[in-house]
């Protein structure tokens, strides 16, 4: 009688708050996006979110370009906008600044009308305002929960895009300006007569204008991602894309082209590529010759030369020799022991258009070390500009050290950690089938192909015995460096200070955990209103914040990255400290980051829950994950004392509808799945009862 009264009270108040029926407030996109310029002064240093953050709210406005190409789902999402979302840009129909946003559906598939949406569609949707924000982007987003094609008003062209130049995003002499660029988050602008440079391999790249101002190029598209990025030096007549609001480390301020046709060619410059050296290891005495395959797509390559100097003195000019059609080639005389060599190349064209390998020469040069030894690990690794890259790349090399971390401590699939001795630059990653049999202390000489991946230092193709030998096993390793959070900080890749510790043991002493996510708020990774990629914040005595990734390690600690943690020890928390935190010192996602190992890299470790043995559980049952949900859920509840537990589910008429559990459980933490897909769209409650103990939560199934 007792639960029928609850369950019947439960149906009255979730009426009375309209839920099948509720009204929400049509307000415009600018409602949405604006905010108070001066609470805007620093770029990407506050958390200022939208003033309707998390309400949901209906909205008018014009499709500016499909959630597919062609309109078409067979053809794949035209936007990557993550979280396994498909989205588009929304505009305002007559405002022009504090105008665009972005939309986006979770499980698209599910919604064909979605699918089928096409530029100058005119809708009226409803949507939860969320302010998408971690330490490498924010963005502002609508999130629709349905699309029934019942939402379309409308048909037209749709707008021209803004007339913009980059200092309409940037103030003169500062590369970020938050404040400029805010009000053209999600609008799609124009901009004129750049050129292009530092292109990168994922189909990036930036542009800069008259006034030496730069932007990034980013590769949300389909279009651009991995491919269609113009080589550095191409002239633009323009430019056009939807502006994003970016960290400094993963490119700043950034205009995303969706088709190829927003990026209007005006001239190309050469084209340097397959720039090779004849010696790979380079001992005193030894010339160097440098070839590269050089050609002007529109016209003639006028000259191509290559600058060279020694233990960054002064360039010396070389002019290249035109031996074939496309090939070029110069010679870098022999120099003593020692000593390092930089170079980069640059051609001209009939139109005057000039090219340069590696376009950004501050921060990236090709070099080689004069070595009268064998090479170390530390040779490998060692990039001095900044820009990431080993002075032998695309090489066989052979190096020897000892495994630091093996595929148990960090189970990425078969690639291990080996390092030479201590200091910078001393670790290295190799990839292939054979490290599989590789166990932390184990000396090994390894042979294989030195490759930059996503801005880590690899030696690959370790596949054959005859590319590994052990040596010997059970090597003590080498002792952890002693580092500060201050040293890694968030600096971006490639910076020499934070580059000479990748791949190496390191420390920090007296630490503390200032974020239990380094990407979104506390609790698990629920896209697209909450992001947990089990990374967290920690600082020392510094008190500078650094990253530490979680879920990867072979120990118990997390930071609730999924809802089935909820009740497992051992979950990091704001203010926990450690005397030692010991890992390998990482680069992925545009982050420096470390990986601790085992539980034995947490060296004394202070939070509320130290084991399982130790944890006194409460009566509790949580919230459901996901919610809402289509088709199955998780529900998590935890007992304190062993006793039988009954797990039932209610619809919304208090008509019981599942069992889910219906046995004798011992204390602890507990996980059961729900699958819903024999029921219908609606409301349900699920109720516990154990020892006395009742409570009844509220999940929806949308289908």
């Given at each position: 009688m007792r639960t029928k009264l609850?369950?019947?009270?439960?149906?009255?108040?979730?009426?009375?708050?309209?839920?099948?029926?509720?009204v929400y407030p049509?307000?415009?996109?600018?409602?949405?996006?604006?905010?108070?310029?001066?609470?805007?002064?620093?770029?990407?240093?506050?958390?200022?979110?939208?003033?309707?953050?998390?309400?949901?709210?209906?909205?008018?406005?014009?499709?500016m370009m499909p959630p597919y190409k062609a309109a078409d789902p067979d053809s794949g999402v035209l936007m990557y906008v993550g979280g396994g979302s498909a989205g588009f840009?929304?505009?305002?129909?007559?405002?022009?600044d504090w105008s665009g946003l972005l939309v986006l559906i979770e499980n698209a598939s599910s919604y064909p009308a979605f699918a089928l949406l096409d530029s100058g569609t005119v809708i009226t949707v409803t949507g939860r305002v969320y302010e998408y924000a971690t330490t490498t982007q924010k963005t502002t987003e609508l999130i629709l929960t349905d699309f029934t094609g019942n939402e379309v008003i409308d048909f037209k062209t749709r707008p021209q895009p803004v007339e913009l130049t980059i200092d309409s995003l940037k103030v003169l002499g500062s590369d970020e300006n938050k404040a400029i660029a805010e009000k053209w988050e999600g609008a799609y602008v124009i901009i004129r007569n750049v050129t292009t440079f530092n292109r990168n391999t994922s189909g990036g790249f930036y542009i800069f204008d008259s006034n030496n101002l730069t932007l990034n190029v980013g590769t949300k598209s389909n279009y651009y991602y991995q491919q269609n990025a113009p080589a550095d030096g191409t002239v633009l007549e323009y430019i056009r894309g939807y502006i994003e609001t970016r960290s400094a480390g993963s490119g700043g301020i950034t205009i995303n082209p969706s088709f190829t046709s927003d990026v209007k060619v005006s001239q190309l410059p050469p084209s340097i590529t397959n720039i090779t050296r004849d010696q790979v290891l380079v001992t005193p005495g030894q010339n160097v010759t440098v070839t590269a395959n050089i050609k002007d797509p529109d016209g003639t390559v006028a000259n191509a030369k290559l600058y060279w100097r020694k233990n960054s003195g002064t360039n010396v000019e070389v002019a290249m020799t035109n031996l074939t059609d496309t090939t070029f080639q110069a010679v870098i005389p022999s120099q003593p022991d020692s000593c390092i060599i930089d170079y980069f190349l640059q051609a001209t064209d009939n139109q005057s258009n000039t090219a340069t390998t590696p376009?950004?020469?501050?921060?990236?040069?090709?070099?080689?070390?004069?070595?009268?030894?064998?090479?170390?690990?530390?040779?490998?690794?060692?990039?001095?500009f900044g820009g990431g890259y080993s002075a032998y790349n695309n090489y066989e090399v052979t190096v020897s050290g000892i495994v630091t971390a093996d595929t148990s401590d960090i189970p990425l699939g078969a690639q291990v950690i080996i390092q030479n001795g201590t200091g910078p630059w001393s670790g290295i990653r190799i990839n292939g089938t054979e490290t599989l049999l590789l166990n932390k202390g184990d000396d090994v000489t390894v042979t294989g192909t030195v490759i930059d991946n996503f801005g880590f230092t690899n030696i690959t193709g370790i596949n054959s015995p005859s590319n590994i030998t052990v040596n010997s096993t059970g090597n003590p390793l080498p002792v952890p460096q002693s580092i500060s959070t201050a040293d890694i900080s968030n600096k971006i890749g490639g910076s020499v200070s934070a580059e000479q510790w990748e791949g190496v043991l390191v420390k920090y002493s007296d630490v503390t955990v200032t974020d239990e996510n380094a990407d979104g708020g506390a609790g698990p990774y629920v896209p697209p209103t909450n992001y947990n990629y089990g990374e967290i914040l920690i600082a020392d005595t510094s008190t500078v914040n650094t990253r530490v990734e979680l879920q990867d390690g072979n120990h118990q600690y997390h930071n609730f990255w999924d809802a089935s943690l909820e009740f497992v020890p051992i979950r990091v928390l704001v203010g926990d400290s450690m005397d030692e935190l010991i890992g390998i010192m990482y680069y992925t996602f545009y982050n420096y980051k470390l990986f601790p190992r085992t539980d034995a890299d947490f060296v004394n470790y202070v939070t509320d829950v130290e084991d399982d043995a130790n944890t006194i559980y409460e009566y509790k049952l949580a919230q459901n994950y996901p919610n809402p949900f289509n088709p199955s859920t998780k529900i998590n509840y935890s007992i304190q004392t062993e006793g039988l537990v009954t797990l039932k589910v209610f619809n919304i008429l208090g008509q019981e509808v599942a069992t889910l559990v219906n046995d004798f459980k011992a204390a602890g933490a507990h996980t059961v799945n729900f699958d819903a897909t024999k029921l219908s769209s609606g409301i349900y409650l699920y109720k516990i009862d154990s020892n006395g103990f009742t409570q009844i939560k509220k999940m929806m199934l949308v289908k």
């Open positions: 609850f369950l019947m009270f439960a149906v009255m108040f979730i009426l009375s708050m309209n839920v099948f029926a509720q049509e307000v415009s996109i600018r409602d949405i996006q604006y905010q108070n310029p001066d609470s805007l002064l620093v770029y990407f240093t506050d958390d200022k979110a939208p003033s309707l953050n998390l309400d949901t709210v209906v909205v008018t406005g014009i499709v840009y929304l505009q305002d129909t007559t405002e022009i376009s950004d020469t501050a921060r990236s040069r090709y070099f080689y070390l004069v070595l009268d030894r064998s090479l170390t690990i530390q040779d490998v690794q060692y990039s001095p």
